[in-house]
Structures are given as structure tokens and as C-alpha cells.
């Protein structure tokens, strides 16, 4: 069984630029959620995708946007990079829709905007 | 809203204690609870999770236990090992699917 995986591991992106994240779910898994999590706090939930549509958002602006595809597989894209960006992005998975289900992570991409 | 708080902040104990780490929640209206351990730098790593139904769970030297009422979680550690050193981390799942994750507790366990 293959566990939630990310790409890439880290990059290093200026001001106003745009960058995509990925994250593959584990196998079975059909609920996508994406955190982050700037340096010395805890992960904050940006938003949950289920089935393909989002169902579930945090306290995020608009210009962090997200898709997922047929294989359940997921992108979050953010837009007009700003200095406070940088942080570190989790995606997890769990086997469906519903706080009742563990949520399973994957191992984090680093994002440094300068 | 819902608030986790995570009591010490940051711990250093000798190889061998047994320790106790304290994550305190504001709304009891919660389904599960999760432990979670993080390498500096890395994702997460899911210890034990409760759901709200029950008092605790253990796995090996690990024990979490939840008190909704009161809205506490302790997880105990038992004989701590150098390789125990890492940040711990509670969240709480409420009917929002989303977890509400505490600032974590720095644990350094030394030989």
C-alpha cells in the first residue's frame, strides 16, 4: 500500500510569482485536505477536497486554489506569491469524506518565498 | 471556535522518564481526537487516535487518554528514548471534517 506522497520536496519562489503543489492520496482514498504550516506553529486547514469538488475551506484568500482529479490525486495552486507564504504545505487523505475518518500525511513541501 | 492549546510548549528530559504531554481543547462537541509526531522539517506521523466514544488508546510505550467534558488529552510516554525527540502535536475533528491542530510540544529526549 502506497502512502500519500508530495512533489516536489521543496522549491524557492520570488514575490508575485504563482506555484503549483501536488500530492498523490493513498490507495482508497477519495478525500484530499491541504494545511500549512508556517515554522513553530501548528498545520491551519486551507481546504478538503471530496470526489473532485471542494467541500470545505479555511480562512484562506481566493488566490489559493485547489483541483482534484479522477485518481483522486490533487494540486493546490497559489497565485500572487507574498513574503508570508513561505511555510511548509501537508496534504492528506483519508478513506472519505467525514471527521470520523483518520486523515493520513504526506511528507511536506517546503516553500520559501523571497 | 475552537482552540487547542499544548502544555509545555518544549520539554527536556533525561533517557528513561516517563513524561506526560497535555493538549486542551475549548468545544467538547469534537468526533475524534488525534496525536501526531513531527521530525524537524517533516510531515506528520499519526500515533494514536481517539474517537470520542472512547477514553484511551495505546500503542506500545504510547498512551493517549481524552476527557471530553473537561476537554483534556494527555499522552503519555513511557521510558523515553533519544529517539523519541521530536514535536508533538494533538488536533481535534469536529462536524467540519477539518482537524484544529495545537502549536505542538518540543520534546528533546538526551542520553
Known amino acids: 500500500e502506497t502512502g500519500v506522497t508530495q512533489s516536489p520536496t521543496h522549491l524557492i519562489k520570488t514575490r508575485g510569482q504563482q506555484v503549483t503543489l501536488r500530492c498523490s492520496s493513498q490507495s482508497g482514498h477519495n478525500t484530499v485536505s491541504w494545511y500549512q504550516q508556517a515554522l513553530g506553529q501548528g498545520p491551519q486547514f486551507i481546504f478538503q477536497y471530496y470526489r473532485e469538488e471542494e467541500n470545505g475551506r479555511g480562512n484562506f484568500p481566493p488566490r489559493f486554489s485547489g483541483l482534484q482529479f479522477p485518481n483522486y490525486s490533487s494540486e493546490l495552486n497559489v497565485n500572487a506569491l507574498e513574503l508570508d507564504d513561505s511555510a511548509l504545505y501537508l496534504c492528506?487523505?483519508?478513506?472519505?469524506?467525514?471527521?470520523?475518518?483518520?486523515?493520513?500525511f504526506g511528507p511536506g513541501t517546503r516553500l520559501t518565498v523571497t | 471556535k475552537q482552540e487547542v492549546t499544548q502544555i509545555p510548549a518544549a520539554l527536556s528530559v533525561p533517557e528513561g522518564e516517563n513524561l506526560v504531554l497535555n493538549c486542551s481543547f475549548t468545544?467538547?462537541?469534537?468526533?475524534?481526537l488525534q496525536w501526531f509526531r513531527q521530525d524537524p522539517g517533516k510531515g506528520l506521523t499519526s500515533l494514536l487516535l481517539?474517537?470520542?466514544?472512547?477514553r484511551e488508546q495505546t500503542s506500545g510505550r504510547l498512551n493517549a487518554s481524552l476527557d471530553k467534558s473537561s476537554g483534556r488529552s494527555t499522552l503519555y510516554i513511557a521510558a523515553s528514548q533519544p529517539g523519541d525527540s521530536a514535536t508533538y502535536l494533538c488536533a481535534v475533528a469536529g462536524d467540519t471534517d477539518k482537524l484544529i491542530f495545537g502549536t505542538g510540544t518540543r520534546l528533546q529526549v538526551f542520553p
Open positions: 481517539i474517537q470520542s466514544s472512547q
Open positions: 468545544d467538547s462537541a469534537i468526533y475524534n
Open positions: 492528506a487523505s483519508r478513506p472519505s469524506r467525514g471527521a470520523i475518518y483518520e486523515q493520513y
